[in-house]
């Protein structure tokens, strides 16, 4: 039955699914170093010894998801040289350059993040353990950075000669720096950072929902939340870069996310809807002028539309709604951190109202979804190619029968993960709550500083 399946269609499933699960852990890896700075940062300077308890609680679990990201990392190296032969035969060359610097900026993370772990209060000045957090979050960024320059390539690709099927004269600089990675890496590292504060807030938010009323989650709540409003709205600001960017040197790409068939300037931006046989457009918001501004700043930019390109060029026309659930996912990671920093003025007492705490709970999983959506916006999107203009898919895949196999194998490998990294992470934080680390070390409960 196995052998039966088409090694193509079974190829895509098993890269999304190892894709669907590590950029979970990916995301987390990049965001968490920069919040563990942010708690420790204000510990230090405000003398508050519970966003110093914050930054060690959340460092022993950020252990356990770069453990299981490894695994899930080393999964999608393996898969490139086994599921996509000929795409590493081609494109070998030009990619060499990111996936060496991957490795070694995940090294440097690593070696800090041990040394980080293992150095509370052995240091006077407190300020010298806080900066080795410094190279953890460069590493963990750099190790973005370079994986986002590969995708770039792939989608935008260049510094190479295409010779009877062959990448030749090969500069590897000018194909990792190509137009794609400054939107791009910007748009994965923002997003990166928003989504780890979004997760922290909807773990305060949940302590406070279960009557865990002490000050420490108070502070945990509001130090997420407004660096989440933050960080979305820098993710929303970069997002209009990388809308021009694709009306630049993607333009079927933008025309498919919007249900744009024909070019036009003064183009409306299409919200929701349905297509008919006639891919006429129906029960949708159109924002006029939207998509050209979005496009070029001006109500009268040119917009080229999907009938521009051949059909078998053209990228699914589904990932419109993967375009409109992220943006409205994005919309929610500012909406309600906004709500939650002018809460004094809304109507109701209670300074942090059940109805919040739900909305700020809402916020990891809204915002993990997000990241879903954009992936598969932008994976989908490139579709057919594998290289934009040069390589489709179908030419770059393995043609072994027993990727099925293979799939069913990895996807066990994923639950058996999953569901071990949830049973250690739940059972290290249960084994010793917040209130207890905090009686235990003789804490004031208001203030968190030593009695």
Not at 243 to 272: R, V
Request: with cysteine; charged share 15%; glycine share 6%.
């Amino acid at each position: 039955m196995m052998s039966t399946l088409d090694p193509v269609l079974m190829s895509r499933i098993l890269t999304a699914v190892t894709l669907f699960v590590h950029i979970v852990l990916a995301t987390i890896g990049v965001g968490i170093p920069v919040m563990l700075a942010l708690a420790e940062w204000r510990g230090i300077r405000t003398g508050d010894k519970h966003y110093i308890l914050l930054a060690r609680r959340w460092a022993r679990g950020f252990v356990i998801t770069v453990a299981v990201g490894v695994v899930t990392g080393t999964a999608i190296g393996l898969q490139l040289s086994l599921l996509w032969p000929t795409f590493m035969k081609v494109a070998g060359r030009a990619i060499a350059l990111p996936l060496f610097m991957e490795t070694f900026a995940f090294f440097v993370e690593a070696i800090f993040l041990g040394i980080y772990l293992y150095t509370w209060d052995r240091f006077k000045n407190k300020y010298t353990h806080l900066l080795l957090l410094i190279p953890v979050a460069i590493g963990s960024s750099a190790s973005a950075v370079f994986i986002t320059s590969l995708n770039a390539f792939m989608n935008q690709p260049q510094g190479f000669e295409l010779v009877d099927g062959v990448f030749t004269n090969v500069n590897p600089f000018l194909a990792m720096f190509n137009p794609a990675t400054p939107s791009k890496v910007a748009h994965v590292l923002a997003s990166a950072y928003t989504t780890s504060a979004a997760v922290l807030a909807s773990i305060a938010a949940f302590s406070l929902l279960r009557r865990k009323d002490h000050p420490y989650f108070k502070k945990a709540l509001k130090l997420c939340v407004i660096s989440t409003f933050v960080f979305a709205m820098t993710t929303i600001l970069i997002g209009d870069f990388s809308g021009k960017f694709l009306a630049k040197f993607q333009p079927e790409k933008l025309a498919a996310m919007e249900w744009h068939f024909d070019t036009m300037t003064e183009a409306p931006l299409i919200y929701g809807g349905v297509l008919d046989e006639n891919n006429d457009i129906k029960y949708a918001l159109k924002i006029p002028y939207a998509l050209s501004i979005l496009a070029g700043n001006r109500p009268n930019t040119e917009v080229i539309g999907l009938n521009e390109f051949p059909e078998e060029e053209r990228p699914p026309l589904m990932i419109h709604y993967f375009f409109d659930l992220k943006v409205t996912n994005g919309v929610l990671l500012v909406l309600i951190p906004l709500m939650f920093m002018l809460r004094k003025r809304l109507p109701g007492k209670k300074p942090y109202p059940t109805w919040l705490l739900i909305g700020i709970f809402a916020l990891g999983p809204s915002a993990m979804v997000a990241i879903w959506l954009g992936w598969f916006l932008a994976e989908v999107g490139r579709q057919p190619w594998i290289v934009r203009g040069y390589m489709k898919v179908a030419e770059a895949a393995t043609t072994s029968p027993n990727v099925g196999w293979m799939l069913l194998l990895f996807i066990l490998l994923y639950i058996v993960l999953a569901v071990s990294a949830v049973k250690v992470l739940s059972r290290l934080f249960r084994s010793k709550s917040a209130e207890e680390e905090i009686a235990q070390l003789g804490w004031d409960p208001e203030g968190g500083r030593g009695q």
